[in-house]
């Protein structure tokens, strides 16, 4: 069995700004973080990031990091939205590192 390559292919500035653009906008609204077997779980309450935001987030990730395993959650009754990033080993460990201040933080309130 072969080994999935981990590497980011980040094309130009202008891609690089607005990922990190978007990157920003949603990450600030994590409010809470889940580690899975597989990857790690972020989660939304707040309802000012939507759908649209979350899938914007996916689609410049999906870019540069097609590596990684998007899930969408949206639990009912107006309930908590959920990124799932998930994938091998190695992708978990990359995961911790590129977002590192939200995993940290996770594993202190834990």
Not at 77 to 106: C, M, Q, Y
């Amino acid at each position: 069995m072969s080994q999935e390559m981990i590497a980011c292919k980040l094309v130009d500035a202008a891609f690089i700004a607005r990922k990190e653009a978007i990157r920003a906008t949603v990450l600030a609204h994590v409010q809470e973080v889940n580690e899975l077997e597989d990857g790690y779980a972020f989660g939304f309450s707040d309802v000012s990031i939507t759908g649209a935001k979350l899938l914007e987030f996916i689609e410049a990730e999906r870019e540069c990091c097609p590596f990684f395993t998007f899930e969408l959650i949206f639990e009912p009754h107006d309930g908590p939205r959920w990124l799932r990033l998930r994938g091998s080993a190695e992708i978990k460990t990359f995961i911790a590192a590129e977002f590192d201040d939200l995993v940290a933080a996770s594993a202190v309130r834990s």
